[in-house]
């Protein structure tokens, strides 16, 4: 393979002419006979059996070059593309020029921007506070007293805001009873918002054995299309009021729950956890701010190929994450009443901010003359290769050694600018 010329037709957009030698064109022309070969048919011969020869001669000389190319053209053009010192975002066209022994061929490719990123130092980002007061952590011992409380039954009172009501209901249009709208012995959080609106405040105030009815109003968006906007009643019998109660804040409760022995040790503990937890928030925040500061810095003509390249990498690894809970994409798509092209929408917005951050971090490692060494990526595969249990010999299969090199560099690109950040 030589790059035979690289021209710049425009903005990102460079063509590229190759040339392919006779001998690797060769090589693949008769992998594509013999891939072929079994399809043909030559009178006097056995189908599958005729010499490529006869093949050529009855069909033409090209007959065999259009797999032919398809062999041999993406190594050529991965090779031309790294010869022209270029990153290749994307493929637009491939444009045969001749086979006459050698192979020519043209192609338009889409590369990876020069951006500029000025000011990228000193950033000023705002700190959010750390200090631990005494609600938070009542109100984080509370969930916790929550998640270990039991149903009671209440006999000596209506139904309040957030007890749970176990009721009967049947809906009505009119004296009609409508699809979906009845069920038995069902538990309703009240105050849960999981009914249509005004349906739990109907509830609430009356006692356990009443049966009543109620009326709602159905809204203009509900699912339902006979049922948008309709005004209906719902037959409602009351069999039972149930309210949670939440276990005593005392030793016994703390030793049940902890490793600690008296609540103020477990206040304690408790007091150390959220403020953790702040600090971590504090430091996502910060990221976060200086993220944002360096995505508006940045200044250049980006492909919108880069942009649609990070949305299909993104649903790759969707597909990939349902796929290990035993669901594929189209099963996803269509529980939940989407198509693909709605599902790239949503992720468009978050791949132009990767896009945009990981060319400012890769201009800003090249302007701080930041090296990574063979030494350093290897260490990053062995690492790894640990992490996920994985021969580090099939990593280096999986995982591109520059695109590690590049990733390596962009995260010592985002240490170096969180360093220089001004925090207030």
Sequence with gaps: MALKSSTMKETNKYELEVVVDAATFEAAVQRSYKKNIGQVNIPGFRKGKAPRQMVEKMYGKDVFYPDAIEFCYPEALEAAVKEANLRLVAVESVEEVSADGDFVFKAVVIVEPEVEVEGYKDIEVKSKAVRVTEKMIGEEIDKIRDRNSRMITVEDRAAADGDTAVIDFEGFLGDKAFEGGKAENYNLALGSGSFIPGFEEQIIGHNAGEEFTITVTFPEDYQAEELKGQDAQFKIKLHEIKTKELPELDDEFVKDVSDKETVDEYKKEVKETISKRLKEERENDINNQITDKLIELVQGEIPEAMYDNEVNSMLRDFDARLRS???????????????????????????ERRVKLRLALKKIAKLEEIVVTDEDVEAEFKALSENYGVDVDRIKMLVDAEDQRDDIAVQRAMDMVRKSASVK
């Design 325 to 351: 809970q035993g669901m594929d994409m189209n099963t996803y798509l269509g529980y939940m009443g989407m198509d693909v092209d709605a599902l790239k929408n949503m992720y468009r917005k978050d791949a």
